[in-house]
């Protein structure tokens, strides 16, 4: 599986983007789709998680409420919507995929996209 993140940009304090994750392979529907972030000097964190079958999403507190994940799998595709951006959500963001249930959890991933930055201005 080949993973590529895109969307992201320069934007201002309370602004939005939409990044996407487009994916080869024919095993996309099966696969849960996890966005980490890293930022200058921070450890990768866990942002945001959709299951399989879309009927399960999970996000970090830092971000719950502001943005929201989702898939399209006739597309292989999925997609962080991300509204009310702040400053410290400047990060390289990156989509990640896994066959384990284990949404959150940064090691289960086996697949990685190469990140694309998102800059929130002040």
């Known amino acids: 599986v080949q993973l590529q993140a895109s969307g992201g940009g320069l934007v201002q304090a309370g602004g939005s983007l939409r990044l996407s994750c487009a994916a080869s392979?024919?095993?996309?529907?099966?696969?849960?789709i996890g966005w980490f972030r890293q930022a200058p000097g921070k450890e990768r964190e866990f942002v945001a998680g959709?299951?399989?079958?879309?009927?399960?999403?999970v996000y970090a507190d830092s971000v719950k409420g502001r943005f929201t994940v989702s898939r399209d799998n006739a597309k292989n595709t999925a997609y962080l919507q991300m509204n009310s951006l702040r400053p410290e959500d400047t990060a390289v963001y990156y989509c990640?995929?896994?066959?384990?249930?284990?949404?959150?959890?940064?090691?289960?991933?086996?697949?990685w996209g190469q990140g694309t930055l998102v800059t929130v201005s002040s």
């Open positions: 959709v299951s399989w079958g879309i009927t399960t999403t």
């Open positions: 990640a995929a896994t066959r384990s249930g284990r949404v959150p959890v940064t090691a289960a991933y086996d697949y």
């Open positions: 392979g024919r095993t996309f529907s099966t696969l849960v």
